[in-house]
């Protein structure tokens, strides 16, 4: 199973940007997806997340109102839509997929970078 994010980049605040994670060797049983990110010196943090079905969705208190997930099972891809970008949402974007209690594979990182 991979993972892999991109569509990172730089934007000046109050930008947008559209995060991909493409997927490959994903099983058929349900699977929840999510996006992760690590600011530079801090420990990566949760995003946001999305069932299967893409009917629940979840996000962290810091990009509700902001960003949207997103997903489409038959082509093995989420999305995250950034709006109104600032500089503490600079880090590396992770995604990540789980079948179980906790996200077991996880993708290799896209860069965002917010200017002010």
């Known amino acids: 199973v991979q993972l892999q994010a991109s569509g990172g980049g730089w934007v000046q605040a109050g930008g947008s940007l559209r995060l991909s994670c493409t997927g490959s060797?994903?099983?058929?049983?349900?699977?929840?997806l999510g996006w992760f990110r690590q600011a530079p010196g801090k420990e990566r943090e949760f995003v946001a997340s999305?069932?299967?079905?893409?009917?629940?969705?979840e996000y962290a208190d810091s990009v509700k109102g902001r960003f949207t997930i997103s997903r489409n099972n038959a082509e093995n891809t989420m999305w995250l839509q950034m709006t109104s970008l600032n500089p503490e949402d600079t880090g590396v974007y992770y995604c990540?997929?789980?079948?179980?209690?906790?996200?077991?594979?996880w993708g290799r990182g896209t860069l965002v970078t917010v200017s002010s």
């Open positions: 999305i069932n299967r079905s893409g009917y629940r969705k």
């Open positions: 990540a997929a789980k079948w179980g209690p906790q996200y077991h594979v």
């Open positions: 060797g994903l099983p058929s049983k349900n699977y929840s």
